[in-house]
C-alpha cells in the first residue's frame, strides 16, 4: 500500500482484527501469485468506474441542500468509496461491482406495518417527487466528501406503509449474493449487511431514500438502486442495495455494531467530541482538499437534528 497517503490508511484501523489478518493472508497470496501489491488494483488493472447512469426525470431542489460548499467530482464519489461486499479497497466497489444486477429490484418491507408487501424499485421511484439533497458525508475513517443525492424523505416511504404502534425501530437490510458480490465470499463482516434507525430519526426530513446521484441513477459502487443517506451519522450508517426494510419493536443490532460493540455504538451520529477508541474524530479530510478541516457535531446538521437527541449522554450512546 505505498501509494497511500498517511490519511488514507486508517482502513486497516477501522477493520476488526481477524479482518486484518484474512486481509494479510490474501495479500500474501496475491504476492505468492506474484500480483504484487495494491497498485495491481489501483492502478495496472483499473477499469472505468461503473456507473449506472441513466438519467432521472423532474429532480428539483430542495431547500434541505447543503449550500455554499463544493461538491465532490462525481468520480471521486465512485471510485473512492467503502462498500465491504465487493472488497475492502477504497477502489474495489467501482472495479468489481459490475455483476450486480440493479433491474429488477424488490424491497421487501416486514415486521411492524400495516401495509407489508413486495415493492419494486420502479414503484419506489415513482413514490414521491425525486428531490436533489446535497449532503455534506463524513465516513468514520476520517474523510469527507459533498454529494448531490437523488431521492426523497424516508418519511415519505414511511407514512404511506402505515407503521403499527409497536414499530420503534427500523431495520435495513442490504443485498448480500455471493454470485453477485465477491466479497461476501469472505467473512470480513457478517452478512448481509445490517443498519437501523430509531423511528423518529427515520421521519427526521433530512433521512432520504435515495435513488440517484448527479441526477442519473446510483452507481453501483454507492449502492444501486435504493440506499439510505443520514447526513448526521457516519457514513457506515448509509446501507446500499437495501432489499429488505423492517419495522421492529427492539433496538436492532447493526453490522459494525456486532463486529466491534465498543467501536460502534448503534447511534453513530458524528461527533468531533467523541473519540474513536483508535483515533481522533475531531477533524476531517474532504476528498479533493489538502490538510484537514475541523469535523463539525451531527456533521452540521445540529440545527435540524440536535432535539432528536436531548438529555442523551452522547459518550454513552455513541
Ligand atoms: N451494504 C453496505 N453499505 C455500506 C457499506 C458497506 O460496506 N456495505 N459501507 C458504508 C461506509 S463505511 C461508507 S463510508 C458509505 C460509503 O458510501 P458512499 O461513498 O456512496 O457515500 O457506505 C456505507 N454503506
Ligand atoms: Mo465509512
Not at 180 to 203: C, F, H, K, S
Not at 224 to 231: D, G, Q, W, Y
Amino acid at each position: 500500500m505505498l501509494i497511500k497517503r498517511p490519511s488514507d490508511i486508517v482502513p486497516s484501523e477501522i477493520t476488526p482484527q481477524r479482518v486484518y489478518e484474512e486481509r494479510r493472508q490474501l495479500l500474501k497470496g496475491a504476492l505468492a501469485l506474484g500480483l504484487g501489491t495494491g497498485l495491481v488494483g489501483s492502478t495496472l488493472l483499473s477499469t472505468p468506474p461503473v456507473h449506472a447512469g441513466v438519467k432521472l426525470a423532474g429532480v428539483r431542489k430542495s431547500p434541505l441542500s447543503t449550500s455554499g460548499e463544493e461538491l465532490t467530482p462525481l468520480n471521486d464519489v465512485t471510485t473512492y468509496t467503502n462498500f465491504y461486499e465487493f472488497g475492502t479497497d477504497k477502489k474495489d466497489p467501482s472495479e468489481n461491482s459490475g455483476k450486480l444486477r440493479t433491474r429488477p429490484w424488490t424491497v421487501a418491507i416486514e415486521g411492524e406495518v400495516k401495509k407489508a408487501k413486495v415493492m419494486d424499485v420502479e414503484e419506489l421511484l415513482k413514490l414521491a417527487p425525486l428531490e436533489e439533497r446535497v449532503y455534506r458525508m463524513r465516513c468514520v475513517e476520517g474523510w469527507s466528501m459533498v454529494i448531490p443525492w437523488a431521492g426523497y424523505s424516508l418519511s415519505e416511504l414511511i407514512k404511506r406503509l402505515e407503521p403499527t404502534g409497536k414499530a420503534k425501530y427500523i431495520e435495513f437490510i442490504s443485498l448480500a449474493d455471493p454470485e453477485q458480490m465477491p466479497g461476501v465470499n469472505t467473512p470480513i463482516l457478517d452478512w448481509p449487511y445490517l443498519e437501523g434507525l430509531r423511528m423518529d430519526e427515520a421521519m427526521h426530513p433530512l433521512a432520504i431514500l435515495c435513488l440517484g446521484l448527479y441526477g442519473e441513477t446510483l452507481p453501483n459502487a454507492n449502492g444501486a438502486p435504493v440506499k439510505i443517506v443520514i447526513p448526521w451519522k457516519y457514513g457506515f450508517k448509509n446501507g446500499k442495495s437495501i432489499v429488505k426494510i423492517r419495522f421492529v419493536e427492539q433496538q436492532p443490532k447493526t453490522t459494525w455494531q456486532l463486529a466491534n460493540p465498543t467501536e460502534y455504538g448503534f447511534y453513530s451520529n458524528v461527533n468531533p467530541a467523541v473519540d474513536h477508541p483508535r483515533w481522533s474524530q475531531a477533524k476531517e479530510r474532504r476528498i479533493g482538499e489538502f490538510g484537514k478541516r475541523a469535523t463539525l457535531l451531527y456533521n452540521g446538521y445540529g440545527d435540524q437534528v440536535a432535539s432528536l437527541y436531548a438529555g442523551m449522554d452522547l459518550r454513552k450512546f455513541f
